[in-house]
């Protein structure tokens, strides 16, 4: 299995401060037809988790544009420009490159 | 596409957790994704288990640390699946989550409410 690991796994926010959450994966998630299969995660108080980022660095459907992901490789990287109250909750991030698809062991952002 | 989850929230230890997840908008017969449960805790964070999928005959792939306990089943005549987890412990005290896979974009578009079961005596 692909081993994924975050930093750092808690992360206490100021609003309107940025934010940045690392991932990292013992294998390349470099797919043969040139897509990296790293999902970036959110899960919200009593909520179903959602997602934010496809392939590294593609927001989903209705995210904010304070959220991008980046990286390649086995390093990718998750930032949010100016954090807002509503944007706590546990990040994960997850390879799709193989079965099983695996998590990161998640990172909590809180308010300061 | 909607998934709704439904089955008991407490188990006891030994015995078997069931639970089922009813598709909305899609059906379970599709072979453009696949169907899946999670579960998630605060000690083992999020982590799937497993899924069931059709491409021209029914599949399924179970997480190892799962694989002697669990059977993941297609109901093509309610549009649903369901999740039985057999001889459960402690560990086994999660929110569960079914939701669907796409095979193409390779992640999890569509989420279940979530479900919690206490595994007690």
């Known amino acids: 299995d692909i081993l994924m690991t975050q930093s750092p796994l808690s992360l206490p926010v100021t609003p309107g401060e940025p934010a940045s959450i690392s991932c990292r994966s013992s294998q390349s998630l470099l797919h043969s037809n040139g897509h990296y299969y790293l999902d970036w995660y959110l899960l919200k108080p009593g909520q179903s988790p959602q997602i934010l980022i496809y392939s590294g660095s593609n927001r989903a459907s209705g995210v904010p544009d304070r959220f991008s992901g980046s990286g390649s490789g086995t390093d990718f990287t998750l930032k949010i420009s100016r954090v807002e109250a509503e944007d706590v909750g546990i990040y994960y991030c997850m390879q799709g490159l193989r079965t099983p698809p695996t998590f990161g062991p998640g990172t909590t952002v809180d308010i300061k | 596409v909607q998934l709704q989850q439904s089955g008991p929230g407490l188990v006891k230890p030994s015995q078997t957790l069931s639970l089922t997840c009813a598709i909305s908008?899609?059906?379970?017969?599709?072979?453009?994704?696949?169907w899946n449960w999670l579960r998630q805790s605060p000690s083992r964070g999020l982590e799937w288990l497993g899924r069931?999928?059709?491409?021209?005959?029914?599949?399924?792939d179970y997480e190892v640390s799962v694989k002697s306990r669990i059977t993941i089943n297609p109901d093509t005549s309610q549009n649903q699946f369901s999740l039985h987890l057999n001889s459960v412990t402690l560990e086994d005290t999660a929110v569960y989550y079914c939701?669907?896979?796409?095979?193409?974009?390779?992640?999890?578009?569509?989420w279940g409410q979530g479900t919690l079961v206490t595994v007690s005596s």
């Open positions: 908008g899609d059906s379970v017969s599709t072979n453009t994704f696949s």
């Open positions: 939701a669907r896979w796409d095979h193409e974009a390779h992640l999890f578009d569509t």
């Open positions: 069931t999928y059709y491409m021209s005959q029914w599949y399924n």
